[in-house]
Nanobody, 126 residues
Framework: EVQLVESGGGLVQAGGSLRLSCAAS????????IGWFRQAPGKEREGVSAISSSDNSTIYADSVKGRFTISSDNAKNTVYLQMNSLKPEDTAVYYC???????????????????WGQGTQVTVSS
């Protein structure tokens, strides 16, 4: 059974930092991507970043480029999202997900992610 468990969310002041973790288990896809997505109240879920399992290629949404960094620790089957210079508009529930079809370097391709974690709340106060 595929399981994704997010952690690391919380309340932080604007300009602060948080590191989210996504612990993945229960799958043996050959070439896949792990992505981070977020959903703010009243808004659609949007892509934040993704990383390739094969070569650690990454992609970021324009809104987080230069502030967020995605990385993976294959030994721990964990993907991280380091979030710096946080803004109130980053407030959302953050989810990680698996794209078993592989990494897309041109699009966060939310429609291809079919295994999701339960989410972790990130709140940035002004």
């Amino acid at each position: 059974e595929v399981q994704l468990v997010e952690s690391g969310g919380g309340l932080v002041q604007a300009g602060g930092s948080l590191r989210l973790s996504c612990a993945a288990s229960g799958f043996t896809f050959d070439d896949y991507a792990i992505g981070w997505f977020r959903q703010a109240p009243g808004k659609e879920r949007e892509g934040v970043s993704a990383i390739s399992s094969s070569d650690n290629s990454t992609i970021y949404a324009d809104s987080v480029k230069g502030r967020f960094t995605i990385s993976s620790d294959n030994a721990k089957n964990t993907v991280y999202l380091q979030m710096n210079s946080l803004k109130p508009e980053d407030t959302a529930v953050y989810y990680c997900a698996v794209n078993r079809y592989g990494f897309r370097d041109y699009d966060l391709a939310i429609y291809e992610y079919d295994y999701w974690g339960q989410g972790t709340q990130v709140t940035v106060s002004s």
